[in-house]
């Protein structure tokens, strides 16, 4: 993924964060539904022409600006998955750098997962979050713990990631009032707490 987006020509890059970017400022504006590629291509200084270079109309933008998302957050997950083991710091400090992304990144986060008005972006992000929770439960069967015996994979995985997107959610919401270190430590504790307490 590093690679690819290595060998992206700069000068795409750059159109594409302007009509992000335009996109974004637009979205708090108005109602998705009267964001047009001539008000867009007018707040990111483009013309149409450029717009249509890289995107076929605004369902497909939305579709490619949900997949260079999905993709940067992949990116940070599975990266630490390669560096850390399971364990509880391990997830602690997955969860962190991904928050600092997000944090770094907050007013694309706030607009698009905050807010209702486009829903490809949390439902993408929800079904990432179902896939790394479904593929680390496949990695740590044969360890023991208290969520084998007491609940669904299925259900566990539901909640779990609902859990984790609504608390993003509501951080961004708040305007991110805690640290990226503080909220994923204490997100580790509440699923360690739950996950590991038999008593």
Do not use: C
Request: proline fraction near 3%; glycine fraction near 2%.
């Amino acid at each position: 993924m590093e690679k690819k987006k290595s060998q992206t020509d700069p000068r795409v890059i750059r159109t594409r964060q302007l009509i992000k970017n335009a996109f974004v400022e637009l979205l708090e504006e108005m109602d998705l539904q009267k964001i047009t590629v001539n008000r867009l291509a007018e707040r990111a200084t483009i013309n149409r022409v450029t717009f249509y270079l890289h995107y076929r109309d605004i369902p497909d933008m939305l579709e490619k600006m949900a997949d260079d998302m999905i993709e940067d957050i992949s990116m940070i997950v599975f990266n630490e998955l390669l560096a850390h083991d399971s364990s509880k710091e391990g997830s602690w400090r997955i969860l962190e750098h991904l928050l600092e992304h997000i944090a770094e990144h907050k007013k694309f986060y706030k607009s698009m997962l905050a807010s209702r008005k486009v829903p490809i972006f949390r439902e993408r992000l929800s079904m990432f979050m179902k896939d790394v929770l479904i593929s680390r439960l496949e990695r740590s069967e044969n360890e023991p713990h208290a969520i084998t015996n007491a609940v669904k994979k299925d259900i566990f995985v539901w909640y779990e990631s609902s859990a984790l997107i609504g608390t993003i959610i509501s951080w961004l919401q708040h305007d991110i009032p805690y640290t990226p270190s503080f909220l994923a430590e204490q997100f580790s504790f509440l699923h360690y707490r739950w996950v590991h307490d038999k008593d």
